[in-house]
């Protein structure tokens, strides 16, 4: 458990991901009062746990670049080197950095679905905000999952790309771009689209919830999975990328 | 003891360790000398696990690197003082460090001040000169209470103050009983610092001996005479079939050197038998500079033959040239 604490103090020795975390539980608290503030009315009686969470994916990604710098800041300083060299069990080291990423990004995705949705609940308190269905907590609770895997996710192509502008410019990219993009291919694309791991991490959430005032389908309404298994698939390709990185880093020379 | 056998490593069409065997006695200073892009950083670098040799192993006490389980209570280096992260500060990179290979808590605050860092221990490690650096570094390598230490270049850059600073450090070190693996290709600093040396050109182990061996072997002594019958002087020598060659010296003007193994007192018998005056008569030995010269300047050379060699056996092109190895001193 020592990679445990070394990881640790490692991340919280210096600044940027705390500034990281503060900035991706803001924003989707932010987005969150932006969307429910303005409402009046009938709108706002017609308020869903849904809209109070436009922020989670912006959120997910300042997680996502938090946990890729955390390796590519160290091969940019040089310092995965004294790490190699203090633990030459190399998986064991990226691992152990991989969990506590994970598990903090967690935390803040917790805590920003929790927030947004408290701060939504404030704003818009003639709506019936409160948590009712299976569908509904899974959104809030399973925006802590999504944020971990994605971290997972993120960390493992930081370890391959080595370099900050590469990994963070794929991890933007790649859910932003690429996954919407690929539906245009011709006759394979809306299958290449329903496939698409983030599409299965945002499927996971999206899946059964009451859109309202987002308008019909505003979550998706091609869904390969179901929910939970659309979860394990999301995960099951952060897993494998994972493998292939601790491959690789223990075959590369640092 | 550290112990490399065969140890090669490749990259791509270059070869920048070639074959490379060498001991590492305990208890002593060995410096690890060669030219700038001779494989040293790169060898150290496979002592320590972090790049795979091609071919061949190096252990340290037996053990390959990454087989030890707690690595920086057996082996402690330094390769490069900048590899710390600019906004953490001294104290928090000691700590993961000690937290990794569960060092007690008080290891982090000795090893600080045994390198004079305690004072500036919480403030970030950028702001820190090469001096500094180079100190956090070292405490770092100190951190486990290693047997084995590794130092890459460790005065490269330093100002004096810091050179003799790391120099006593060294033999303080090997005084306590470790084992220190120092590379440079400075050689007076090698000459100040080592017992033993390694020294390596172009990959290739070149010779491993005491520091004074090296010197013996490598360079024989030459007898300088200031003489104002120079010409005669050379003339008589040249007739007992002794070698000379007169240069110009700054401040003392042509002075004749007898090269080979001759002893001053033959050179002062012939002049006396011939009644010339001599100003001076001093045995000199060859200095560390003229050693390593002479055998590293060989090694190339051999090398350069073999590569001339091996273009006009395949006939190729031009692009043959063995071009600089990975990255050594950056």
Known sequence: MSVITVERIKLFSTRSPWWCMIVAAVLTVGLAALTTGFLKGADEQNATIFITQPGAQLSQMVMMVMAALAVTTEYRFGTIRTSFQAVPQRAALLLGKTAVVAFLSGLIGLIASFGAWGVGSLFASNADLSINTAAEWRLLAGQGLVFAISAVFAVAVGILIRQSAGAIAILILWPLLVENLVNLIPKVGDDLARWAPFANGSSFLNQGQDFGLAGQGAGGTDFALSPWWALLYFAGWAAALMTIALVSASKRDA | MIEAKGLTKRYGATVAVDNLSFEVKPGKVTGFLGPNGAGKSTTMRMILG????????????????????????????????????????????????????????????????????????????GAFSLGMSQRLGIAGALLGDPEVLLFDEPVN??????????????????????????????????????????????????????TQEFVDRASGTTVKVRTPQLDQLAGVLNGQQLVTRIEDVEDEGKVLFVDGDVRTDQVGEAAAAHGIVLHELTLQRGSLEQAFMQMTGDSVEYHAQDEIAAVTQLDAPSGTEVAAGPKEDN
């Not at chain 2, 850059?157 to 060294?170: A, H, K, N, S, Y």
């Open chain 2, 157 to 210: 850059g330093l100002d004096p103050e810091g050179i003799v600073w790391i120099r006593t450090f060294m033999h303080r070190l090997a005084d306590e009983g470790r084992t220190v693996l120092v590379s440079s290709h400075l050689l007076s600093e090698m000459a100040l610092t080592a017992e033993d040396l390694v020294v390596i050109g172009r990959g290739k182990l070149i010779m491993q001996s005491t």
């Open chain 2, 50 to 125: 972090l790049d795979t040799p091609t071919s061949g192993e190096v252990t340290i006490d037996g053990q390959r690197y990454r087989d030890l389980k707690r690595p920086l209570t057996k082996v402690g280096a330094l390769l490069d003082a900048k590899w710390v992260h600019p906004n953490r500060s001294a104290r928090a990179h000691l700590a993961w460090m000690a937290a990794s290979n569960k060092l007690p808590k008080d290891s982090v605050d000795k090893a600080l001040e045994m390198v004079g860092l305690s004072a500036v221990a919480n403030k970030r490690a």
